[in-house]
């Protein structure tokens, strides 16, 4: 039997007898399982299976890993023919959209319920974006005999909530095994995540002394939702043994209180979970295992225009009740909403509206129409539409979907979707300004002092209500991974009236800082061990405010820890204190990029976005038609918007351009530096160090004037070798003054860097009173790489702060910026790194040809384009120039080949005809032909190439 063959009878055995449900949990067979069964190498599987699609036998679930499934087995249970042009879906949930509604179970009573009202009419994007997901929990509710445990997956604030609560309404409607009493019990799993003694209670119930409390015997929740649903938030919170209990019952139906020994209580549950967490990190496998259908709610960035306008139309309804007046809001109030809806997705939109409504009502207090203008939103507000102007296919639907205006008028009392909105907050804004600019008038408060005053109060009832949503359900569970809870809420009391005394926002670090150091602290007095308290009496008289906040934070420790706390350790906390809130005054650096071309700037950093996701920096596009005057007004407007206090990084390509620096710093007054000759890496190394390294401007610019490229680093660095005796790689730590906590961050270092093989690096913990003292000694001593901990210590090296090192991406940053240090000290790629590189990356874009097979004819053709150009290509340059000719070359294959719409000069015709001839290569050894569009874009891509960017340094 051939290879192929073997692959795919192994896949048609392992699919019989396995259900729709069983595709959905596991997705399908990923080539490293089907290599490890038949003993066949991977890479000989992939090429079958590339095979096997062409062949239209099997079809591709995208993702990492890729899934492969049979198409007649999938086709079979769907009840469904596939399309034959379509090989790859997104996802299970994709395929699921094809079922045949003959196989879907029926309502009771009618045989064709689903084209019947439901509640789920209700949900803006029932039948667009949501739709495959109503589809599963109507097939979850319905399924015979008692619907099938589900559990929703989505970011915070997607709705995950409302959508069991539809699940629930339609169950009473149409499913037959719930009655109109049925109920619907909600419990929030984290409310006591760390006592799961008491969690379990509230779940199964517990008999008479159970526990230490137990007086008497209750009922569980279980009990209460019996014949009808549980809702459990966040299950993820679920301790191990709770996970287990839950999923005993799920399978027998069964289970027993807390205190009892015997499973001999039934009851009739369908369970219903939500998660903001990865189900496959977060919960127990065999927990995972008795879920059949796992739902995923979308975020608000993910939906389409129109079901973003629905739902921004729906907010501001419901404001126009509350208020009883019509509101009336402009197009560039409307987007800037919509593109400012990020992480907290249609639970941030609503307090959005609740804020520019609130702030609107506070204006027209007089009028009978609340006017909503763009220019009258707050900053943070309107930096939503710049964002979103960057995303020109969205916001052009956007803007065919939008009029100039949109008024809504009050229509009675709103829709409840369900009873308890834990978004909804439980006062009435309105009737608090109302209330209190009656009260001030009635006391001659000027309007001025009104204003400002119900502004202030506007942020603080929303900021407060909304604050539990989001930085707590972001960052508390990350700081809870190294220190007690006990520990962070006491730390976050201390933080609040920081904030009041000295009358000051402080970040995330400053939990992650003092929550660390106060561990520290109380394990030396556990321990008894003495700290080595230094001369810093100094910082008495230097900071006279927080020393004395420092002696009073001292007290609330040794009454909530019954410990004696020595002066000496005010006297540290108030340098702890003083570093923390100095930090924050620094703001990055912001990037302006700036290029000739009607796209050339925005195309860079939208790939550099891309890339490293959403940072500080802008783009100006400058069309050849169009004044330098223009161009300096608008680069003075941007530079202002975008200024954090650290000045402003002009990349520019060439012209006019180059000379605006000073223009602009000198009508503005914001500092600016200007380095020409931009590209996309210069983009990417601005960025990652204004953001990820806090570098200052100055830094920047001096680290960045010479820059040319990742490639052509090596030349400069053997010079610099060459000058300067090699030093010892290190790291510094920054901590506060326990031990305990330095030694935490070292060990934490030092296992990233054993992760990446860094052995030869030294990780030096810094105690943050030592800095000034002794940082000089240790830059002449090592080559300092980076640095980490509670404050940036300025010795012109990247800064990680302590808290992204918690964060998920903390590894990551370390990792990248330890990389491109080892990158500096690497000779220049040999012609076979180059090779194997195209070849990896290759692997990840081509699905019909094989990399290892079209590498050769790509390689021999560069070079034939490099003797025509007449000079060399550097190694970076090859690399992209190879995966775009192997994309160019796959298109080919596919008969989607790109169109060529630049204009067409006679040199660039006679490149073209010099670059056919050495495409000719592909015509005799793989068959395939480049089309003149395809090769016209080659010459452009040849002509752009700059001067930095070839091999002469090589």
Same mark, same amino acid.
């Given at each position: ?6 692959? *795919?009878?192994?896949?048609?055995e392992?699919s019989?007898?396995?259900t729709?449900d069983?595709?959905v949990?596991?997705?399908? +067979?990923?080539a490293?399982?089907?290599a ?5 190498l991977?890479?000989n599987?992939?090429a079958?299976?590339?095979k096997l699609?062409?062949?239209n036998?099997i079809i ?6 890729v899934?492969?499934l049979?198409?007649s ?5 769907l009840? %469904? ?13 994709? =395929?699921?959209s094809?079922?045949?509604p003959t196989i879907?179970p029926a309502a009771?009573?009618?045989?064709d319920a ?8 209700d949900?803006?994007?029932?039948k667009?974006?949501?739709k495959?997901?109503v ?5 979850a509710?319905?399924y015979?005999?008692h619907?099938?445990h ?5 970011q ?5 909530t ?9 169950a009473?409607?149409?499913a037959?095994?719930m ?8 419990f929030? %799993?984290?409310?006591?995540a760390?006592?799961p003694?008491?969690?379990?209670s509230?779940i199964f119930?517990h @008999?008479k002394?159970?526990f @230490?409390g137990a007086d ?8 209460k939702?019996d014949?009808?649903?549980l809702?459990l ?10 996970q ?6 799920m399978d027998?139906?069964t289970?027993?209180?807390l205190?009892? @020994?015997e ?15 990865? $189900?496959d990190s977060?919960l127990l496998?065999t927990?995972?295992?008795?879920i059949?259908i796992?739902?995923?709610?979308p975020?608000f960035e993910?939906r ?5 306008i629905e739902i921004?139309?729906f907010?501001?309804?419901i404001?126009a009740?509350?208020?009883?007046k ?6 560039e109030s409307m987007?800037a ?5 990020? #992480?907290?997705n ?6 959005n509206?609740q804020?520019v409504c609130?702030?609107?009502?506070l204006h %027209? ?9 763009f ?7 309107k930096?939503? +539409?710049f964002y979103l102007?960057?995303?020109?296919q ?5 803007s065919?979907?939008?009029?100039? *205006?949109?008024?809504? *008028?009050?229509e009675?009392e709103?829709?409840?979707?369900f009873?308890?909105d834990?978004?909804?907050?439980d006062?009435?804004l309105?009737?608090?300004i109302?209330?209190?600019v009656?009260?001030?008038m009635?006391?001659?408060?000027s309007?001025e002092?009104?204003?400002r +005053? ?7 009832h ?5 604050n539990?949503?989001?930085s ?12 007690s ?6 730390s976050?009391?201390v933080?609040?009236i920081?904030?009041k ?10 939990l ?6 106060l561990?520290?602290f109380?394990?030396?007095v ?5 700290a080595?308290?230094t001369?810093?009496e100094n910082v ?7 020393y004395?906040l420092?002696?009073?934070i001292?007290k &609330?420790i040794?009454?909530? #820890? ?9 006297m *540290?906390?108030?340098?702890l204190?003083?570093?923390l ?6 703001e990055?650096?912001a990037i302006?990029?700036?290029a000739h ?6 195309s860079?950093v939208?790939?550099v ?5 959403e940072?500080n ?5 400058m069309?050849?038609?169009?004044s330098?005057k223009y ?5 003075k407007?941007r ?5 954090m206090?650290?000045?402003v990084l ?23 530096r200007t380095?020409?000759?931009v590209?996309t890496a210069?983009?990417i190394?601005?960025?990652r160090k204004?953001t990820?390294?806090e &570098? ?6 001096e680290?960045?004037k010479?820059?040319?490229?990742y490639?052509s680093?090596?030349v400069?660095?053997?010079t610099?070798?060459t ?5 010892p790689p290190?790291?510094?730590?920054v901590?506060?003054?326990g031990?305990?906590?330095?030694e ?7 296992? =990233?860097?054993?992760n ?6 030294t990780?030096i913990p810094l ?6 003292d002794k940082?000089?000694? #240790?830059?002449h ?8 901990g509670?404050?940036? $210590?300025?010795?012109?090296a990247p +800064?990680i702060p302590?808290?992204a090192?918690f964060?998920g991406d903390?590894?990551?940053q370390v ?8 990158l500096l000290q690497t000779p220049p790629?040999?012609?076979? &790194?180059?090779?194997?590189m195209t ?6 874009f081509?699905?019909? =040809?094989?990399?290892?097979k079209v ?8 070079s034939s384009?490099?003797?025509l150009?007449e ?5 970076a340059?090859?690399i992209? &120039?190879?995966?775009?000719?192997? %994309?160019?070359?796959?298109r080919v294959?596919t008969?989607?080949g ?7 000069t006679?040199?660039?015709e006679?490149?073209?005809e010099?670059y056919k001839k ?9 068959k395939?032909?480049?089309?003149d569009d395809e090769?016209?874009?080659?010459v452009?891509m040849i ?12």
């Amino acid at each position: 039997m051939k290879r192929i063959d073997r692959i *795919y009878a192994y896949l048609v055995e392992q699919s019989e007898g396995k259900t729709l449900d069983d595709f959905v949990h596991m997705e399908g +067979f990923t080539a490293s399982d089907i290599a490890n069964d038949l003993d066949i190498l991977r890479n000989n599987v992939s090429a079958e299976l590339n095979k096997l699609l062409r062949q239209n036998s099997i079809i591709k679930i995208k993702g990492r890993p890729v899934h492969y499934l049979v198409k007649s087995s999938i086709e079979k249970l769907l009840g %469904c023919k596939l399309p034959d042009d379509q090989h790859e879906y997104e996802n299970m949930n994709e =395929l699921l959209s094809f079922q045949s509604p003959t196989i879907r179970p029926a309502a009771k009573g009618n045989a064709d319920a689903s084209e019947e009202p439901n509640p789920f009419d209700d949900l803006i994007g029932s039948k667009t974006s949501l739709k495959v997901q109503v589809e599963q929990a109507k097939a979850a509710v319905l399924y015979p005999p008692h619907g099938l445990h589900t559990l929703i997956v989505g970011q915070t604030g997607v709705g995950k909530t409302l959508f069991a609560n539809m699940m629930f309404n339609y169950a009473k409607s149409s499913a037959p095994f719930m009655d109109e009493d049925a109920q619907f019990i909600v419990f929030n %799993c984290a409310d006591y995540a760390n006592n799961p003694q008491l969690l379990l209670s509230h779940i199964f119930g517990h @008999t008479k002394g159970a526990f @230490t409390g137990a007086d008497s015997e209750k009922d569980g929740l279980v009990t209460k939702a019996d014949g009808g649903m549980l809702f459990l938030d966040e299950i993820h919170r679920l301790p191990p043994e709770g996970q287990e209990m839950l999923f005993y019952f799920m399978d027998t139906g069964t289970y027993a209180k807390l205190g009892e @020994t015997e499973r001999n209580r039934k009851a009739n549950v369908l369970i219903i979970g939500a998660t903001t967490e990865d $189900p496959d990190s977060s919960l127990l496998k065999t927990f995972v295992r008795r879920i059949p259908i796992l739902i995923r709610i979308p975020s608000f960035e993910e939906r389409p225009a129109k079901d973003k306008i629905e739902i921004l139309k729906f907010l501001l309804a419901i404001e126009a009740n509350r208020v009883q007046k019509p509101i009336k809001i402009d197009a560039e109030s409307m987007k800037a909403l919509i593109g400012n809806t990020s #992480y907290g997705n249609v639970g941030q939109l609503k307090s959005n509206i609740q804020l520019v409504c609130a702030n609107g009502f506070l204006h %027209c207090l007089n009028d009978d129409v609340i006017t909503i203008n763009f220019k009258d939103l707050p900053s943070e507000l309107k930096n939503g +539409f710049f964002y979103l102007s960057r995303k020109r296919q969205e916001i052009q639907e956007l803007s065919e979907l939008i009029d100039s *205006y949109l008024t809504v *008028y009050p229509e009675g009392e709103n829709k409840a979707l369900f009873e308890e909105d834990p978004y909804e907050p439980d006062f009435n804004l309105y009737n608090i300004i109302g209330d209190k600019v009656s009260f001030m008038m009635d006391q001659d408060v000027s309007d001025e002092d009104i204003n400002r +005053f119900l502004k202030l109060d506007i942020d603080i009832h929303l900021n407060k209500f909304y604050n539990k949503f989001y930085s707590n359900a972001l960052n508390r569970e990350k700081i809870l991974k190294i220190v007690s809870e006990d520990i962070l809420d006491f730390s976050e009391e201390v933080q609040e009236i920081v904030e009041k005394r000295l009358k000051r926002k402080v970040n995330d670090r400053f939990l992650f800082a003092f929550s660390l150091h106060l561990t520290s602290f109380l394990k030396r007095v556990k321990n008894q061990q003495v700290a080595n308290y230094t001369n810093i009496e100094n910082v008495i008289n230097d900071r006279p405010e927080e020393y004395q906040l420092s002696l009073d934070i001292c007290k &609330m420790i040794e009454k909530r #820890y019954r410990v004696h706390v020595p002066v000496k350790e005010a006297m *540290y906390l108030t340098i702890l204190l003083t570093s923390l809130l100095d930090d924050q005054k620094a703001e990055q650096v912001a990037i302006l990029v700036a290029a000739h071309g009607s796209s050339t700037a925005s195309s860079m950093v939208s790939v550099v976005k891309s890339l490293l996701g959403e940072s500080n920096v802008d783009s100006i596009d400058m069309p050849l038609d169009m004044s330098p005057k223009y161009v300096l007004e608008e680069m003075k407007k941007r530079v202002k918007e975008i200024d954090m206090g650290k000045g402003v990084l002009l990349l520019v390509d060439m012209g006019s351009l180059t000379g605006f620096g000073d223009i602009i710093t000198q009508e503005t007054g914001i500092k600016t530096r200007t380095i020409d000759m931009v590209t996309t890496a210069l983009v990417i190394e601005a960025i990652r160090k204004a953001t990820i390294m806090e &570098m200052d401007l100055e830094d920047i610019y001096e680290s960045l004037k010479d820059f040319r490229g990742y490639g052509s680093y090596q030349v400069e660095q053997k010079t610099e070798e060459t000058r300067q005796p090699q030093k010892p790689p290190a790291i510094l730590s920054v901590c506060s003054t326990g031990e305990g906590t330095a030694e935490k961050l070292k060990q934490l270092v030092e296992q =990233l860097l054993k992760n990446i093989g860094r052995s030869d690096i030294t990780v030096i913990p810094l105690q943050i009173n030592e800095v000034e003292d002794k940082k000089e000694t #240790y830059m002449h001593k090592y080559d300092i790489l980076l640095t980490v901990g509670i404050a940036d $210590p300025k010795v012109h090296a990247p +800064f990680i702060p302590v808290e992204a090192l918690f964060m998920g991406d903390g590894e990551a940053q370390v990792m990248h910026l330890i990389q491109n240090q080892q990158l500096l000290q690497t000779p220049p790629r040999s012609p076979a &790194m180059v090779r194997e590189m195209t070849e990896e990356s290759l692997n990840e874009f081509l699905t019909f =040809l094989n990399p290892k097979k079209v590498v050769g004819a790509i390689t021999e053709f560069v070079s034939s384009i490099e003797r025509l150009a007449e000079r060399p290509f550097n190694n970076a340059s090859k690399i992209n &120039m190879n995966i775009h000719i192997g %994309c160019a070359l796959e298109r080919v294959v596919t008969h989607a080949g790109l169109i060529y719409k630049n204009e067409i000069t006679p040199e660039k015709e006679e490149k073209k005809e010099s670059y056919k001839k050495a495409a000719k290569i592909f015509e005799d050894q793989l068959k395939l032909k480049l089309s003149d569009d395809e090769l016209y874009y080659i010459v452009d891509m040849i002509d752009n190439l700059s001067s930095r960017q070839t091999a002469g340094v090589q």
